[in-house]
């Protein structure tokens, strides 16, 4: 079965650039890629998108799952490939980069109740379930070569254990910490720090990169039996779902698979299985769980195949199969 190609450049703007440098392997400076590029900038949810995040960081965070969470829409204008120099995007990074945490990590507003362990007030601070994707936004956006955002990887990068992460927060959070045991990894946090780090090309082969791939792997091996931090890997996580928010089948593959080390590994082979067994006659997939925050783009439903989801299954079946980076 073949990837569909011709489908795929007929959807919107934002499918076609991707797919032309993902799946056809075509240079930015191709004049398809350019046209296709400034039509992604010029659609309307993608301007839109772009014009709500100037207003960076919006409000107190309430659940790091909400999937309309600005840090959330942030990775997705960064896995569309929006870069530092687009319009508008001055204004976000400016913003990020106006809140710095001392460490490193750059900090969001966060109210974390005195019953789990927090000071029960507003305060600007950090966790491993957002810093991570928002270094891998900046990285992305082209950034990654900055001081302060080096500083932000290195500071976080450090914090991995032989297991992968943990659960950790910044000073200003007090001691609130996830259910779970201190010794566990963190599946989520592992699986954003491994998003971060592989948008960092220094980071790829490093032991902590080691470490949290062989954490993730660890975990499916033993779906069973270990549940870290109240985190499964049943079938809500097999459910197929876009875009890249929390911890399931697609988003774990689609990190894992950047790493070009752990490619043949029998257990990301076994993952790779389960999304290979679902797409239709025509090599389409078709959602299974949906994000309701995001129920106005064309993968926001479950009654059609979705373009963005395609494009996002053969890149990983590609990368994994192929060695196509």
Request: hydrophobic content about 45%; charged content about 20%; aromatic content about 10%.
């Amino acid at each position: 079965m073949d990837a569909p190609i011709e489908w795929l450049l007929a959807g919107p703007p934002w499918v076609e650039y991707r797919t032309r440098l993902a799946l056809l392997e075509q240079q930015e400076s191709d004049p398809l890629v350019v046209a296709a590029r400034q039509a992604m900038l010029d659609d309307p949810q993608v301007h839109a998108l772009v014009t709500e995040l100037t207003g960076w960081p919006g409000a107190v965070i309430a659940s790091h799952k909400s999937a309309g969470q600005p840090f959330h829409k942030l990775t997705f204008l960064a896995d569309l490939g929006i870069k530092a120099d687009d319009p508008q995007m001055d204004l976000i990074i400016a913003r990020i980069l106006a809140h710095q945490s001392p460490e490193g990590p750059f900090q969001l507003p966060v109210n974390i109740p005195v019953h789990y362990g927090g000071t029960g007030q507003e305060a600007w601070g950090w966790a491993l379930c957002d810093a991570p994707l928002i270094v891998y936004a900046l990285a992305r956006f082209g950034l990654s070569r900055e001081p302060t955002v080096q500083r932000a990887a290195h500071h976080l990068a450090g914090l991995a254990r032989d297991n992968g992460w943990p659960c950790v927060v910044s000073v200003e959070l007090g001691n609130w910490r996830g259910p779970g045991r201190k010794d566990d990894p963190c599946p989520f946090a592992t699986l954003a720090m491994l998003k971060a780090l592989s948008a960092f090309p220094e980071w790829s082969e490093s032991d902590a990169c080691h470490a949290g791939v062989e954490s993730l792997l660890t975990l499916w091996d033993e779906s069973l039996t270990r549940h870290p931090y109240m985190f499964y890997m049943g079938t809500d996580f097999r459910k197929l779902k876009v875009p890249f928010v929390w911890y399931d089948l697609v988003h774990v593959l689609e990190v894992l698979s950047a790493f070009p080390w752990i490619r043949k590994d029998a257990r990301l082979r076994d993952m790779l299985g389960v999304l290979e067994a679902r797409p239709n006659l025509e090599g389409r997939f078709t959602l299974e769980s949906v994000w309701t925050a995001w129920k106005d783009w064309e993968f926001g439903q479950k009654k059609q195949p979705s373009r963005w989801l395609t494009l996002a299954a053969w890149r990983i079946m590609e990368r994994i199969e192929l060695g196509v980076c």
